[in-house]
């Protein structure tokens, strides 16, 4: 299941967030399926990198079972946003355009 939501995220930071061009976004993902997922947009289009060369637009640490739940509608984004185990690091509007723009249809 977490693999579907991972791969929407590019729709949800070129579409649904309407980010600029030049965005990053890295999604740090603690626990048992763990993993780190990097993001550029160039020309109104998101591509998944292996790395960063630079620090995030755009940096977002949670554990996978919280991120499962947005994605999946059952937490609202201020409660993602204000979870302990949740950290923000970088643009705070991206931020909470990204806890908004995470609910997704399956």
Known sequence: MVNRFESALPFILAKKMQSPD???LQVNLSGRQARA???ELRDGRARALVSL????TLEVT???ALFWRRCAGRISAEAFL???ATDIRGN???A???AENLSIMI
Do not use: E, M
């Open 22 to 24: 030049g965005t990053t």
């Open 37 to 39: 997922i990097f993001l």
């Open 53 to 56: 060369a630079q620090p995030a």
């Open 62 to 64: 949670t554990p996978v």
């Open 82 to 84: 204000g979870a302990s």
């Open 92 to 94: 705070r509007d991206l």
């Open 96 to 98: 909470a355009s990204f």
